[in-house]
Structures are given as C-alpha cells and as structure tokens.
C-alpha cells in the first residue's frame, strides 16, 4: 500500500549510541516532516524537508540531524543519543504547501537507557 | 512563538454523554486549525477549518473555528467506548505546512 513507511517499530539504544530512524514515502509527496511526541504530550516538529536536498530545522532540532538525498526518503539520524531522546517518532509527508494533508507513518518507539 | 493551548487535558464520560473539547491558538499568519484522533499509534485526521463560523461534521463529531477569539471546539455527541482516544488540536501559520500541536485531550468513554 501507498504511504509512508517508518522503520524500525521499536527500538532500545544505550546512552551515547547512534541510529538512523529511516523514513520512506512512495506517494511523490515534496514535503515531509519528522516530529516526536513525549508521554501525554503532543507532537513537536524536530526537522522537515520541502524537497530533496533542502531541510530546515523545526522547533526541537537539537541532537539530531537529517538529510534529503531523494524524494523519497528523508532520514532522522541521532548522534549520541540521551534519556531525554526517549519518545515516539513519527514521520509525516504532504503532496504540497498549505494542505496540511498529512500522510503519518506508524511511529518508531525509542528508548534510550 | 507559535502556541496551541487544549482544555480539558483528560475527559472521563459515559457512553451516550456529549462532550466539548477546547482549542485556543496563537499562531503566525494562521491558515489553517485542524483536528486529529490518536489511538495507540499515528493520529488519524477528523477536521480542518479554514474559515470562521462554518461548521463542519462528520456524524457525531463536528468541530467549528472562531478566527477572532482564535479558538475552536470540537463536539462529540452520543459518545461510545470507540471514541477513546486522544484528540489533537494542531494550527498551521507558515507556508510550509508545518503545524503546531496542541498537548492533546485524552478521551475515556465507559460503558
């Protein structure tokens, strides 16, 4: 099916490891987003991407880092990872500017011990 | 800085109960105020309004923007135990289609 497809689901990083949270949409869409969302809380945008090869920061960047290489995938890399990096992440696209039509993915759940 | 503020944060209700959820928003150049469900995973959308005073519906949930008081509501009437969930709020204010969240309401309808 069409959509937007996060991966991994979930996963358990030790403090000062690193991953890459992989996001992939096969829909054409030129805008995606990543946000993360804290127990009890809403989303909070960390970085999103108009088109490939352009990202800009969101409202939460700090400790991570993102890249737009094609249409289709837009990466979260976490470098050293922290306590405060534990959270559910999810990944979202639209087709264009203005809609807010969002295409969510199902979440990564990230644990940092 | 862009704010989305959601009341109550928790609703606990019987089925057949009506609720009202509360949105209030500060947003640059706002253009758009939109609902979601989130059960357990990714929210699912319900509603965006763009204009002030039209109401929009969706069998028993219908939600509606005041643009001057810079708040919206959104109702659930005849509630059933399925209407569990949390209920975001998110304004859009930028041409990029970034949205700004609210903390959310968590929803519990017993039977």
């Known amino acids: 099916n069409a959509g937007v497809t996060q991966t991994p689901k979930f996963r358990i990083l030790k403090i000062g490891q690193s991953m890459t949270l992989q996001c992939t949409q096969d829909m054409n869409h030129n805008y995606m987003y990543w946000y993360r969302q804290d127990p009890g809380m809403g989303l909070k945008l960390i970085y999103y991407?108009?088109?490939?090869?352009?990202?800009d920061k969101g409202e939460v960047p700090n400790g991570y880092n993102v890249s737009r290489s094609t249409t289709e995938d837009f990466p979260l890399r976490l470098e050293l990872a922290a306590p405060s990096q534990t959270s559910v992440y999810f990944c979202?696209?639209?087709?264009?500017?203005?809609?807010?039509?969002?295409?969510f993915g199902s979440g990564t759940r990230l644990t940092v011990v | 800085e862009d704010k989305v503020v959601q009341s109550p944060l928790s609703l606990v209700v019987h089925e057949g109960d009506t609720v009202t959820l509360n949105c209030s928003y500060e947003?640059?150049?706002?253009?758009?105020l939109l609902w979601y469900k989130q059960e357990k995973k990714a929210p699912t959308f319900l509603f965006m309004l763009?204009?002030?005073?039209i109401e929009k519906k969706s069998g028993r949930l219908s939600s509606i923007l005041d643009k001057k008081e810079l708040f919206s509501i959104l109702n659930i009437t005849a509630t059933q135990t399925g209407d569990s969930a949390v209920y975001l709020c998110a304004a859009g204010g930028t041409s990029y289609g970034k949205l700004t969240f609210g903390q959310g309401t968590i929803l519990t309808v017993h039977p």
């Open positions: 991407s108009v088109g490939a090869g352009i990202t």
């Open positions: 979202a696209s639209e087709t264009r500017t203005g809609d807010y039509g969002y295409t």
């Open positions: 763009t204009s002030s005073g």
């Open positions: 947003v640059t150049n706002f253009r758009s």
